[in-house]
Every structure is written in C-alpha cells, then in structure tokens.
Nanobody, 115 residues
Framework: QVQLVESGGGLVQPGGSLRLSCAAS????????MGWYRQAPGKQRDLVAY???????NYAESMKGPFTISRDDASNTIYLQMNSLKPEDTAVYYC?????????WGQGTQVTVSS
C-alpha cells in the first residue's frame, strides 16, 4: 500500500503563489509516476501535471508557465509551485501516484484564490 499526504494549500490573493507538497510512503517502487489533479466545485477532476521517475514533466495545456512540478526521490515527495494564481484556480488539489497497474490518491488540499 501507498499513502499520500498533501500539504501547502490555503487562501491566497489573486496573483499570489503557493507551493504544494505531497509526501509518499509505503511500498513505493523505483519506477512510478506522480502527479497533481484538481477538482473545482461541481466539476470533474482534471489533470494539472505529472512527473515520471526519470524526471520528465508533463502539464495540462492551460497549466504551462505558471505551474511547475518537481520531485525529490530521496524523500518520495513531489511539489507543485503555483504562481500568478487566479480565482479560477480555486479547487481541491489531489496528489496521485501510479506504479505498475495500481493508482493511489491523497485526501486533497484546498486552494482558494480570492481577494
């Protein structure tokens, strides 16, 4: 089993920045993909970005530029640096880990962008 714990969410003003973290623990394989998804109220859960164990990062088209995903394999942690935040970025942000045929999710962290 794998456990994922997100942190770093909160309330931020438009134009501000936040850095989300997701720490993974448990039976983690060397080769995996970790990523971030988000779900706004009344909407489906959408991909934000993911990063492979080789360090290759991929972003949803609208996330390129203001968002940067990174990972620290020594601590099994991924990060999402979010800059120039907009009210439409308000959502619950979920961490995901995929290895072999299994997929694990964190509980989510709320990000609210409002003045």
């Amino acid at each position: 089993q794998v456990q994922l714990v997100e942190s770093g969410g909160g309330l931020v003003q438009p134009g501000g920045s936040l850095r989300l973290s997701c720490a993974a623990s448990g039976s983690i394989f060397r080769f995996n993909t970790m990523g971030w998804y988000r779900q706004a109220p009344g909407k489906q859960r959408d991909l934000v970005a993911y990063i492979t164990s080789s360090g290759t990062a991929n972003y949803a088209e609208s996330m390129k530029g203001p968002f940067t995903i990174s990972r620290d394999d020594a601590s099994n942690t991924i990060y999402l640096q979010m800059n120039s935040l907009k009210p439409e970025d308000t959502a619950v942000y979920y961490c995901m880990l995929r290895q072999l045929t299994s997929e694990f999710w964190g509980q989510g962290t709320q990000v609210t962008v409002s003045s």
